[in-house]
């Protein structure tokens, strides 16, 4: 490697994110790149030659440890679908004549199935112009729904979290003599994972929620509300978590059943809201239960003071197999990760076509979801169990979480 490299982060963010970034940064380094850029906002940002040279942000070892332990994106984020090749030629020249200025060798971008099409039109873009430009795809997201790897990066702290803050709210929730009925809604678009990350908070410590709802499987409203009234009906306070992209027969999310607001991405994704609310609505009317509705929102993705060692390691490993299989001639291919042992838990890397990651959703298999719709399979903890383990200490400074930060 004789230039220079640049680095991109794109699509919803992670805890994690930041170290997979410095996976990227340090490898490419410790392998001869002259320069490591990073795009500002990523592709975005790149078309409007929005980028920094790396070192001149990530000064020392501290810095290093900082940033790993910085949620979401360093260098910020965007969601940005390239045009299709022959419809954009112009936008591909551009970005090709901005990166041969910055004497580019390897193109990194770290992102879930939406950002891995940025990859995939680069790439394909590369081999028409017959450029030596290698194009890599580094995996995080939260969703944990992309193809052809065990999990994703991002996904095992998301999943710690939201079974610990799961634990809490159900000491909270159960703590009254009067019924209470607490939905949690939970991140993860199409794809259950996350949801099913609630199923880890029964132990011997904790009741657990009593239903859980993923998108797999179409949410029938009447079946939901009679399993409520009956369970009420012995005075019961429950926990229940659905997935923020739960969807009726018809196709219609279930929070598009009440006023909203629509949001679209230029992915053509909605922005999925209100789930939760409007159940816990509909209880609270039909039922005059107490109900609280409870959105663990961005707080699932940006939660850095507990995020999963397995998973921040993860992360970092995929940010350098990156550089490791760029350096060493791949182009048009991703990352992913493949379970070698279950016990120990042992997972290597290895890389995968683009074509086959790129804008593909993976689902939970519906053999890990139970035959009534309304919890997960042992199969499914056991999956998710060793992701969520081990600790990484936040770095802390009068009293709170100290990031690094990069003026956008
Ligand atoms: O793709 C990750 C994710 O966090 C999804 O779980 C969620 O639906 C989406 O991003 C939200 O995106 P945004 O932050 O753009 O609203």
């Not at 390897?106 to 990859?119: C, L, P, V």
């Not at 939201?162 to 949690?184: F, H, M, N, S, W």
């Not at 379970?339 to 890397?349: L, N, Q």
């Not at 076509?353 to 979801?369: R, Y």
Request: proline share 3%.
């Amino acid at each position: 490697m004789h230039g220079n490299v640049i680095v991109g982060q794109s699509g919803g963010p992670t805890s994690v994110i930041n170290s997979s970034l410095v996976g990227v940064y340090k490898t490419a380094k410790d392998r001869g790149a002259k320069k490591v850029y990073g795009m500002l906002h990523g592709i975005k940002g790149l078309l409007d030659r929005q980028y920094v040279d790396l070192s001149e942000h990530i000064k020392s070892d501290l810095d290093i440890d900082l940033l790993k332990r910085t949620p979401s994106s360093f260098l910020g984020s965007c969601r940005f679908k390239l045009p299709e090749i022959k419809e954009g030629k112009e936008v591909y020249d551009k970005i090709f004549e901005i990166l041969t200025e910055l004497d580019i060798e390897a193109f990194f971008y770290i992102g879930g199935n939406d950002s891995m099409d940025t990859i995939k039109k680069l790439s394909d873009y590369a081999i028409l112009i017959s450029s030596d430009i290698k194009f890599m795809g580094v995996p995080k997201t939260i969703d944990n729904d992309l193809a052809c790897t065990d999990h994703t990066p991002g996904f095992g702290s998301a999943a710690k979290y939201i079974a610990a803050a799961t634990k809490e709210i159900i000491r909270d929730g159960l703590v009254y003599d009067y019924p209470v009925i607490t939905i949690l809604e939970i991140m993860g678009r199409n794809a259950g994972w996350l949801t099913a990350a609630t199923a880890l908070s029964k132990g011997e410590d904790c009741e657990g929620v009593d239903m859980i709802f993923l998108p797999e499987v179409a949410f029938d409203i009447d079946k939901f509300m009679a399993k409520i009234k009956g369970l009420n009906k012995n005075g019961k306070s429950m926990v229940i978590a659905v997935s923020e992209g739960i969807k009726v027969a018809d196709g219609r999310y279930v929070f598009e059943l009440t006023d909203h607001v629509e949001f679209v991405d230029a992915f053509g994704h909605k922005q999925l809201q209100g789930s939760a609310k409007f159940l816990a609505d509909k209880i609270s009317n039909e039922l005059g239960v107490k109900t609280r509705a409870i959105e663990l929102s961005t707080l699932q993705r940006c939660a850095s003071h507990m995020t999963s060692r397995v998973d921040i390691t993860e992360a970092f490993q995929v940010g350098g197999a990156a550089v490791k299989a760029a350096f060493e001639g791949d182009t048009g291919k991703v990352v992913v990760l493949e379970r070698v042992s279950e016990d120990p838990y042992i997972c290597t890397t290895d890389t995968q076509d683009v074509h086959k990651i790129a804008n593909v959703e993976k689902k939970v298999p519906l053999e890990w979801i139970t035959e009534n719709g309304t919890f997960v399979s042992e199969d499914l903890i056991h999956y998710i169990r060793p992701l969520i383990q081990a600790e990484l200490s936040p770095v802390m400074v009068d009293g709170l979480p100290r990031h690094l930060r990069l003026d956008l």
